[in-house]
């Protein structure tokens, strides 16, 4: 089976349908305005409410209420409610599927927590958009959901290998397959037409030493997904921790003391963001 096989074999999962679509159509478009962006959101009344709430938590800390749409795509910007919206409805298109060997909830939390904490060090960082590794960092795993719904049953040998050969599950997915989640993933986001940025970090996520055109964002989701691995902040499955090459943080240019105060800025958002999306 070739990674084109995995998205041709079901389109449901590979795209959007009702006001999923329509919502991200808009979305996409580079001239829509804030009530352009706003009248798409309004489609569906939970995304809608999932954003809201999302404009009022900490994260953003603003000191009086969002209480409108209108005045949160405003306050918050264009991009970075695109960036909010999506990630919302992503969630919302994958979160029930019955996936064979995954914990849904598991794997969402770990995908919050990789986009917050990568999130986290953008803004340590000084990042122009910080939201857009959030995006970034939430679909990240997004090729593990359709590699196990594709395996089915076949899912056993994927484990059977992890745990003759005790080594990380994106390298049993590369001896089953010939290829990982990851290159299923960012071949989705291919197709998606999300930026080139966040399709190269999805790429590479698992070896950030092969990005070329966006080697930072790359490395800021590799290590936000290996910190949340070590602190089990859900799972998509993997049980041991990626390891993380020296030349990673450099590329990234933090001090390591600082990834302390990142965690810590992660961990008091991460609880209230994770029920927001999974309530």
Request: hydrophobic share 45%.
């Amino acid at each position: 089976m070739t990674v084109a096989e995995f998205l041709e074999k079901d389109d449901s999962l590979c795209s959007f349908s009702g006001s999923y679509n329509t919502i991200f159509t808009r979305l996409s478009d580079p001239t829509a305005n804030v009530a352009g962006i706003t009248e798409a959101v309004e489609l569906d009344p939970a995304i809608a409410a999932k954003t809201l709430r999302m404009a009022n938590s900490s994260l953003y800390g603003f000191p009086e209420p969002i209480d409108t749409l209108h005045r949160a795509v405003s306050i918050i910007g264009l991009q970075q409610m695109r960036q909010i919206v999506l990630s919302t409805i992503v969630i919302e298109h994958f979160r029930g599927l019955p996936v064979i060997g995954v914990d849904m909830e598991s794997f969402w939390r770990h995908s919050i927590a990789v986009g917050v904490l990568s999130r986290s060090i953008a803004r340590f960082r000084r990042e122009a958009n910080i939201e857009r590794l959030y995006l970034y960092g939430i679909m990240h795993d997004l090729g593990r959901l359709l590699l196990f719904l594709r395996l089915g049953s076949r899912t056993e040998e994927l484990i059977n290998i992890r745990e003759r050969d005790q080594c990380l599950l994106y390298e049993a997915e590369r001896e089953l397959l010939g290829f990982d989640h990851a290159a299923i993933g960012s071949a989705l986001l291919e197709e998606w037409g999300m930026a080139p940025a966040q399709v190269e970090a999805t790429r590479y996520h698992h070896a950030p030493e092969e990005a070329r055109a966006f080697p930072v964002e790359t490395a800021i989701v590799h290590v936000a997904d290996s910190i949340a691995n070590s602190l089990r902040l859900g799972s998509s499955g993997e049980r041991f921790v990626p390891p993380v090459a020296p030349e990673t943080f450099d590329r990234i240019g933090l001090e390591m003391a600082v990834y302390e105060d990142i965690i810590g800025h992660a961990r008091k958002h991460l609880d209230q963001m994770q029920t927001i999306l999974l309530d």
